[in-house]
């Protein structure tokens, strides 16, 4: 496990670097002391490991204005629209055919974010 995680980390440690970097910039620019809180969507397609991402966040923010800041992930679903028969469902185990008719016609609609979607200042 831990070998999996050491692997992981790398990836998520500069993902984590940039989100810290928005929340600093965003509370530079409105002039505030401290970062209180971070939300981020993070798709499921997006290849991130929600606690390497943490682990990787926590070790960055030591020190800087965010040092107490949490970090608030929502995992956004994976889910597609068919271009054949029009039906929207979610994608389950990346299998990515249509629920209703079979069809490998599928426009991902959700899954593939990385945002971050607030930054709470003080």
Do not use: N
């Not at 990346?94 to 991902?108: D, N, P, Q, R, V």
Request: proline letters at 2%; hydrophobic letters at 45%; a neutral charge.
């Amino acid at each position: 496990m831990y070998k999996l995680f050491k692997e992981y980390i790398m990836h998520e440690l500069a993902i984590a670097q940039g989100i810290l970097d928005i929340a600093l910039r965003t509370a530079s620019c409105h002039k505030a002391t401290k970062v209180t809180k971070i939300k981020v969507l993070i798709g499921e397609l997006a290849g991130i490991v929600p606690e390497a991402l943490e682990f990787g966040f926590d070790a960055l923010r030591a020190g800087s204005m965010a040092a107490e800041a949490c970090l608030s992930i929502r995992m956004v679903p994976l889910t597609g629209r068919c271009r054949e028969c029009g039906a929207q469902s979610c994608i389950d185990k990346y299998c990515f055919t249509c629920a209703s008719c079979g069809s490998y016609a599928l426009e991902i609609l959700t899954g593939r974010e990385l945002k971050v979607e607030s930054v709470e200042v003080e």
